[in-house]
């Protein structure tokens, strides 16, 4: 077993808010509890492949716990096996792993914490095959990550979207109509779920039960017929009507988040207007569910994971990602869950906990 | 001059934080200082056309203050001039003031508090040639009143804009991004002007100065020379190039919030990436601007409004509208502002502060 | 087994974000799912021994899930084995117990959801003893109920606080002092831990953990030494000096909200501004932490568990008080937990995160 | 009339949400307008007198508009007439305008924005009597100016008070309790009346209008007589009874926030519950009203302090003081309102508003 004795930390892959209490979290423990040295890579694995890195000191993470977005910056550089370079006008894909290897033995870091999601996980399954010692910090604002329960960032989004749908109720309300609004999650609804429960939304519609537009219509209009002139649809952008496919018109690949000119809330607009006769209106919250200052739940949960990081890192800890399971903070292998994603279950209790106050599931 | 005993109260067109501080401010003068009776008239026009309205007690404007929405309804029906009827599979559009009038008689109403925008101004002064003493409360979220310099939701719609640009700015700064954020605004830039400014924006584009994309594109690559890898740029959905149109692909006449299937935001996106080859982004901020509980600011001016109209009319006014200039509140006649747009001039103080502190206006 | 055809609901004791999402939630499960007649009892058990009690309709709790507050009120009732009844000028406290007993019958309720703290567990247990079934539902706001990890309220609670220490910690950083603020929490520190690490307290003090002023003015004159010029101490109502005693100056016994005129709050400052020189002041957050919107992840929680709740009676359990462990609901009896509290364990994994990161507990 | 070539800018008292947009605007408008040099002076008038300053870059002042506290510092060094020393253990009070003057000459600094309150103005117009030319730009959250309609920081004040009335009422509401919340205020009433209004608090107290505890006493009779089981009454904490003198307990005299150890709030809970015999609560808002970010109309009204300082400074202004009146930036003599407070005229608008949908000022 290595002696510890300097470390480094990245963040990869597009934003969550958690981001600077787990850098923050990893640094101080790091700093006080073990006195190790931190170094912080600039932009996710692009720092390790440019060899961007400088000492933190416990200034540079003080006051940065509330701060949304990430104080070391991040790039959509996912893995050193796949690092684009332009020649002669094209772009071409090449395996820069020597070279992060390299720098890495250069700047004599014992071992890498490496904050991100799915790609970046793939990336350090990659360097601890190359005998890094990798430890992962997950981060998924769509909480999908197989034997995680919950993962910062997630409660945030929740929060986010549910003020947005707080403000939408009450024009709803007034108006008589009929409000679709779209939340983050292309292939789990979990957003979709949390946000629907917590708005009490009329209906909610996810990736993992397709839709029937009639089961819906006949909804709104029961709904219509009691009197409730305004109903409310809770929609992952990745729900998908029973034998259809996800409505996504644009996507550009190497993007997290594509501009959209129309997805499934559009769809969703225009069948509900021809169904129903009703007045319907579509609102896709878009990237600000990413953003913002951490809520209390986000800040203490990223700061146990990044001591949490620390904690096993200390005890020989090689390749482990931190999980929480069951209340409690835990670790896997790395390799054993990246690239599988967490996806509610249709007997999710929370999907009967909503069937059972009146939630139409579409089904 | 009449006697006033009994007065009705309307809301009509879109949806606006302030309505119900509205209707609570007039009902509460109207009985406890005056002791009239309240008739609360339903969905606007409609409920004056189809004799719906339910005496207002002291309890139904209580705890009313800090909601959204508005207790009595709205609808899109903005004039009795022009009621829409089936007949024979067709819509038709006949005139209906005779029955408004009838309505407003067999309810011994010698006065109607009209809270609404253009559209409701409009039916008003229709109303007041037909004998009727209506009294205006301005409402728009865009403030864009002709002859009031601030109108309540206002500060509200701002305040939503403001919190989701703080959010974006995170993102932003993480990850080295152009951001477009497209906030309400078709032929006034006051929303963007003033949201722009409280998120301190790289760059504002309002309808009333038509922007060139070389501009933009020469500030973006400036910002990006000095170091500055991200830059948000605060647009108004009527924002236009030098030259061009107003971009709104698919417009339904008879609805004051259209879908679009990609407006502004998305062709700026769109260009700027084609321009500067750097990654930008589009937000749409939609409908949630128009919701929510109004902001403290917009509650008190709300209820200034209310009150003021009441006192005004108990004083004799007649067709009168409730303004605010120069700081206090007066009036106008109805007739005077109906259809009359208050823009931005391209020398506004506001304007002047943020090319100061270095905003692009695009021109 | 009885079968259950008809059910009361009441909240008891003081207030608490979630209780209309309890409310909500039981009777919407109970009408929508098991067709159930439901009544609302008013004031908590008040409304049962003067039988004042109304059946609700879906409409009554439509549109609460976001509401503070509780719809059928509540009281300091907490148990009808003591009513108090004013006779020749004196109270008197009566066991009114046949008499609840009598109007339970009367309304042939054949079951009970009581949903409150340890006094009105405390009651439940009383009324199970005498035949009748009740079902618990736990609400407190300190999250400190035996054998449950977590109850609605508490992510609100520390939400509000920790939006004021974000508040807070800009005065302090500007102004070069060291704030003292107490949140609630007499006998339980959760509050103040999961606050304080939120929001980056320096000192944290929980009545588990007594604390050495010694301790703590070496911390603030380190950090002063350092050039750190501010310091936040995050303080439960009921921390306490090593060898030392609650610092509570006027309590009203009978009141769950005891008017301090200065508590340990005030002591503190005072304290440290003696022995250190520095500049202190205090805030107490009171009544706030209580109100108020639920958060989402409280609206969520709430809504599980008064489902859980008619989950379990219609499966046929009898006195159970519903909780959460290890991330999943599940059911105790009533009278195995009433009367104990959960506490802080000075090892617990998040006061050890805390320390890892730098904060002092004052030991 | 000298020409601007560098100016200096510093901030002096207490916290109040806006400090950095002015500081941002006046630096931005210096340098991108006029191409002049600023320093920022640290801690206010200390800096002056100790010769700490720095010259400010761009990124010194980008992305602070949000912020809320002071990027410079602040002290309650309020006048350089009167600076402590400690001299043989005792504390004298020394002249040190030369020592400023000396300073300001040596930095080269022909101008000095000096961003404060009352006691800030009091040491600009004994500089400027000294040949130092000061523009002031006024700082006060309770908008008590005379001579100025609006101050920045004051809207953010009356939001966070309007947040935690908000909060109360639903406990209110629930516990059929009399709420006595107590906001910032020693004279004038500003921040109670507009918190008031915004609340819809049913009693609001300010110094200006002394009240009479009979006339409150039979409000909350009244209301508990109509079936309104709780009150919420809005507290300056300069209020006062009729013929009687603020309470105020202990009051640190070189302090601008004293530790109270019970103020009016808590004389007003037990003088109502002795007359009233209901249940009542007090709540001191304290120090959250004066820190955090600002509201966006703060935001916006800092800059356009900070951008109108700098163009009437390069106008050849002398000693002016930053104003708004009417609706628009103006400019008046620092000394013509030094030590001039603006309060609340009985007859004001706001006053007549409440007034007239119910609101008891207790006379």
């Known amino acids: 077993m290595t002696t510890i004795r300097r470390i480094g930390v990245l963040t990869g892959g597009g934003d969550c808010p958690g981001l600077n209490a787990v850098i923050r979290a990893v640094t101080k423990t790091a700093m006080h509890q073990y006195k190790l040295e931190v170094l912080g890579i600039e932009d996710g694995y692009l720092g390790l492949i440019q060899n961007r890195m400088r000492l933190l000191q416990w200034n540079d993470v003080s006051n940065i716990l509330t701060l949304g977005g990430t104080i070391l910056g991040t790039s959509n550089q996912a893995n050193p096996q796949c690092f684009a370079i332009e020649r002669s006008g094209k772009t071409e894909w ?155 018109q644009r996507r550009v690949e190497t993007s997290p988040d594509p501009i959209r000119l129309g997805g499934i809330a559009n769809k969703l607009v225009a069948d509900i207007e021809e169904r129903t006769k009703l007045d319907a209106r579509a609102t896709v919250l878009g990237h600000i569910q990413r953003g913002g200052s951490p809520t209390p739940a986000d800040r203490v949960l990223a700061t146990q994971f990044g001591y949490h990081a620390l904690e096993i890192l200390m005890k020989g800890a090689h390749g482990q990602l931190v999980v929480q399971q069951a209340g409690r903070l835990a670790e896997v292998p790395i390799e054993s869950v990246a690239g599988k994603q967490r996806k509610v279950p249709p007997d999710d209790p929370l999907v009967s906990t909503a069937r059972a106050v009146g939630t139409c599931f579409g089904d």
Request: net charge negative.
């Open 94 to 248: 090449v395996d820069v792993t020597d070279r992060v290897v390299d720098h890495v033995r250069a700047n004599e870091l014992d071992a890498v914490v490496c904050i991100g999601g799915d790609g970046t996980m793939t990336g350090a399954a990659n360097l601890i095959k190359n005998g890094i010692n990798c430890i992962g910090v997950p981060k998924t604002i769509d909480n999908d990550l197989e034997g995680c329960e919950r993962t910062f960032g997630f409660d945030t989004a929740v929060h986010t979207a549910v003020e947005c749908f707080d403000k939408i109720h009450t024009t709803a309300m007034s108006h008589h109509r009929v409000m679709v609004v779209e939340v983050m999650g292309r292939n789990a609804g979990w957003l979709a779920l949390h946000s629907g429960v917590a708005s009490g939304a009329d209906v909610i519609l996810i990736p993992e039960i397709p839709y029937d537009l009639d089961v819906i219509a006949a909804v709104l209009y029961e709904r219509s017929k009691k009197g409730k002139r305004f109903s409310i649809l809770c929609v992952s952008e990745g729900a998908k009507p029973k034998g259809g496919d996800v409505v996504v």
